[in-house]
Structure formats: C-alpha cells, structure tokens
Nanobody
C-alpha cells in the first residue's frame, strides 16, 4: 500500500488549495479514505472522510462549508479542495486508509500573509 500526497504549499488567508493523494497497491475503489491534519504542538485530527464509492462524506466542524473531499476511483486518487483558508488551517495534511491504518508522508499547508 502506498499513499502519496501532493498539492500543499504557502497560500494567503482566503485562498484555496487542492490536495491530491495518489493511492497504489490495493483496490482503491473498495476502501473509504480520510484526510487528517496535524498542526505543530497539536494532536492529529480528522478533517474529512469519504466512502468507497464517494456517496457519503463527513467533515470536521472546523472545515465544514470550506473544504470538500472527493475521489476519482478511475485514477486511484482522493482530493481535498480547501477554500477560504485561514491561518489556523496551517498543518501537515495526511491521506489515510483507515482499514489497516495506512498513511501517506504528508504535505505541508501554510496559510499566511
């Protein structure tokens, strides 16, 4: 199992980023996927989750209405569209397959002017 995140970077408050997580080594369409984040000095927290077919999603209260999780099972990729970014969204963002507890290496998102 391999999960590779991309798309992080430095963005100004109010800006947008789209994170991608390319999955390999398993039947991607059979698994629910998650995005987590971890800010310095804080515990890792679940940001968004999506079911295997993409029919159901869930979000942390802190990102509802601003972030959107989606997936393309033909491309073995899960996305996190982040809009209206705030400085408190600054963190390392991780892709996760809950079943089996697999993690990517993370991608840094920094929201700062």
């Amino acid at each position: 199992v391999q999960l590779v995140e991309s798309g992080g970077g430095l963005v100004q408050p109010g800006g947008s980023l789209r994170l991608s997580c390319a999955a390999s080594g398993f039947t991607f369409s059979s698994y629910a996927m998650n995005w987590y984040r971890q800010a310095p000095g804080k515990e890792r927290e679940l940001v968004a989750a999506i079911t295997s077919a993409g029919g159901s999603t869930n979000y942390a209260d802190s990102v509802k209405g601003r972030f959107s999780i989606s997936r393309d099972n033909a491309k073995n990729t899960v996305y996190l569209q982040m809009n209206s970014l705030k400085p408190e969204d600054t963190a390392v963002y991780y892709c996760n397959r809950k079943r089996g507890n697999y993690w990517g290496q993370g991608t840094q998102v920094t929201v700062s002017s």
